[in-house]
């Protein structure tokens, strides 16, 4: 068997032929340390840090990492610091490699080592892309789900995110303020993603492609509006014709939140009116943001309305979110409150 020196360079010259720079992760999966399904696995989250997985002693780790220093130093290589994040509904979550996260050797394990054949341009542009926090993804189902924090049915067409393989309809991910803008006007989406303080990428899986296509940008309904003025202003007509496409849908929500303000009080009537109509504006937020939703009819379902009163009680009612954010599990802390939620329910479907 090749020593370990080999083995380190003859990987590093390979990586770094093929994508123009090296980092630690990538060659302690090109070596056969870690699979490259357990890095994956650390890059969504599932892993508590890089190491948790990789069964080699920790001075042969720090071996290959000297290894690795050497070949950079006598290949010219730039070191540039590399960023190891993953995106959440929250927002961007650093990665850790080792258990207790130990600043300095962290550092190190981040490293990108550049090439110095390549431009200038192209080393800042790796750079830059490594800084920014990657854009959070959205995904619009091909197949019926379910959120698993609310329990409500996700249709197939709705948007819903991904938390470390959990399903998360957009109310319960905090997202179903957004608005859906599908692509196709550059400048619209352009301006609109200037003026949102986040905005997430909305992707469909294409399964005559076979990958994830991009419909369109999820970002703050006042980010669209002031992007439609301006693109008003440039006086395109599309532009003008888009504006008006967004009344029309302000004046459908509105039709919709009343329809379903009174049908969830006819389910509860001595639910309190201002509270039902709070329920319904979430409900008819919920799932895909405003375009693409088939709207009323579904909305309007018993079995839907019931599950979204409920997880309101239990997010006003309850300390379930507290619970949540003190770090307790999900369905611990949906257990703790399950008696509360079915007793306010119940009195408010008393007459
Ligand atoms: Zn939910």
Redesign the pocket.
């Known amino acids: 068997m090749a020593s370990l020196e080999d083995r380190v360079k003859a990987a590093a010259q390979a990586i770094l032929q093929q994508q123009h720079f090296v980092c630690a992760a990538d060659i302690f999966s090109a070596i056969g340390w870690i699979h490259p399904t357990n890095v994956d696995a650390w890059r969504k989250g599932h892993l508590r840090y890089f190491f948790e997985v990789v069964s080699v002693r920790w001075g042969t780790v720090v071996q290959a990492l000297e290894i690795l220093l050497q070949w950079a130093s006598d290949n010219g290589l730039r070191a540039t610091e590399g960023r190891y994040v993953r995106t959440t509904y929250k927002g961007a979550e650093e990665l850790k490699f080792t258990a207790d996260g130990d600043p300095e050797f962290e550092r190190m394990l981040r490293v990108h080592f550049v090439s110095p054949d390549l431009p200038t341009a192209t080393v800042r542009k790796l750079e830059e892309k490594q800084k920014a926090d990657p854009r959070p993804v959205v995904f619009e189902i091909i197949r019926d789900s379910k959120?698993s924090?609310?329990?409500?049915e996700i249709d197939k067409g709705d948007l819903l995110w991904m938390e470390k393989d959990q399903a998360?309809?957009l109310?319960?991910a905090g997202w179903s303020d957004m608005e859906y803008l599908p692509s196709g006007d550059v400048a619209l989406t352009r301006r609109a993603t200037k003026y949102s303080t986040r905005s997430a990428v909305i992707v469909r899986f294409s399964r005559s492609r076979g990958r994830y296509e991009r419909q369109g940008i999820l970002v703050e309904p006042s980010a669209i509006e002031r992007a439609e003025r301006e693109c008003t202003e440039d006086a395109s007509e599309r532009a003008k014709a888009r504006a008006k496409g967004a009344l029309t849908r302000k004046k459908d929500d509105a039709r919709l939140i009343e329809q379903m303000t009174s049908r969830i009080l006819d389910l509860f009537p001595s639910c309190p009116s201002k509270e039902a109509e709070a329920i319904a504006v979430h409900t008819a937020e919920?799932g895909s943001g405003r375009v693409g939703r088939s709207a009323a009819g579904r909305s309007l379902d018993e079995d839907a309305l019931i599950l979204a009163v409920r997880?309101s009680i239990r997010h006003r009612h309850t300390a379930y979110d507290s619970m949540l954010a003190s770090g307790l599990e999900r369905e611990d802390a949906r257990a703790a409150v399950i008696a509360t939620v079915d007793a306010l329910a119940k009195e408010w479907q008393r007459k």
Do not use: K
């Not at 924090?149 to 409500?152: A, F, H």
């Open positions: 959120c924090e609310c329990g409500i998360l309809c109310a319960c919920r997880a």
